[in-house]
C-alpha cells in the first residue's frame, strides 16, 4: 500500500517562528502536494512538485515555500508563521506522468498559530 | 479559471433515504474527476474515479457518479444511506496538468 507520511499530528508553533512541515511518500511518485484545508473552503492547493527541485504555486502560495530534495521527501515552509496559517495542512503524492491516477493522501498535520 | 464546484455545503438526509451529491467543474477539455471521502479525524479516502470509458462509476461503499460532459458534471448518488455514510466529500478534478483542484466539500449528515 501506498504510504503518505507526515511528520507530525499537532503543531503549535508561535508567531514569527520559522515552520517546517515534513512529508514522506514511499511508492516512489513523481508528484506532490501540499494543501490546506478550512471548513467551508475545502482543500487549497498551495505548491505542486512534479519533480525533484521542480515546483510550481498553487492558488495559495503566499506565506509559504517548499523544497523537495530527494524524491520521496517534500516540504512545506512558513517563513514567518502568523495567525492566520492556523490550518489543517495535507500532504499527498500521485504518480505523474500522465498517467492521473489518484492521489494518496497523508493524515494531515493540524497547526495552531498562537 | 479552472475550479470545482460544489454547490451543497451540508446535506442532512435519513438513514436509509438516497442521497444526491452534486458537483460541477469549469471547463469542457479533457478532465479526470474523483470524489474523496474523509471522516472525522481522518485522511482523505479515494471513494471513486473516472478516467475515461463508461461514465456510469461504481465506487466503494455502494457509491456511484455519472459523468456528464455536456453539463461540466460529475454528481455523486448512493440509493440508500448508512449512519456510517457521515463523513465530508469532496469533489476533484485533474484538468491539463497534473494538479488536482479540490471542491469546497459537502457534509453529509446521516440521522436515524
Known amino acids: 500500500d501506498v504510504k503518505v507520511t507526515q511528520s507530525s499530528r499537532y503543531l503549535v508553533k508561535r508567531t514569527g517562528e520559522k515552520v517546517f512541515l515534513e512529508c514522506v511518500q514511499d511508492m516512489d511518485h513523481e508528484n506532490m502536494f501540499w494543501y490546506r484545508q478550512d471548513p467551508g473552503l475545502g482543500l487549497r492547493l498551495i505548491y505542486f512538485s512534479y519533480d525533484v527541485k521542480m515546483k510550481e504555486k498553487g492558488d495559495i502560495p503566499e506565506g509559504y515555500s517548499v523544497s523537495r530534495e530527494k524524491k520521496e521527501r517534500f516540504s512545506l515552509i512558513l517563513e514567518s508563521a502568523s495567525t492566520n496559517q492556523t490550518s489543517m495542512y495535507l500532504c499527498?503524492?500521485?504518480?505523474?506522468?500522465?498517467?492521473?491516477?489518484?492521489?494518496?493522501f497523508g493524515q494531515g498535520t493540524r497547526l495552531t498559530v498562537v | 479559471a479552472q475550479s470545482v464546484t460544489q454547490l451543497d455545503s451540508q446535506v442532512p438526509v435519513f438513514e436509509e433515504a438516497p442521497v444526491e451529491l452534486r458537483c460541477n467543474y469549469s471547463?469542457?477539455?479533457?478532465?479526470?474527476l474523483f470524489w474523496y471521502v474523509q471522516y472525522p479525524n481522518q485522511g482523505l479516502q479515494l471513494l471513486l474515479k473516472?478516467?475515461?470509458?463508461?461514465?456510469l462509476v461504481k465506487g466503494i461503499n455502494g457509491f456511484e457518479a455519472e459523468f456528464n460532459k455536456s453539463q461540466t458534471s460529475f454528481h455523486l448518488r448512493k440509493p440508500s444511506v448508512h449512519i456510517s455514510d457521515t463523513a465530508e466529500y469532496f469533489c476533484?478534478?485533474?484538468?491539463?496538468?497534473?494538479?488536482?483542484?479540490f471542491g469546497t466539500g459537502t457534509r453529509l449528515q446521516v440521522f436515524p
Open positions: 499527498a503524492s500521485s504518480p505523474g506522468g500522465g498517467m492521473n491516477t489518484e492521489a494518496f
Open positions: 473516472y478516467l475515461s470509458g463508461s461514465t
Open positions: 471547463s469542457s477539455v479533457s478532465v479526470y
Open positions: 476533484a478534478v485533474i484538468f491539463n496538468t497534473d494538479k488536482l483542484i
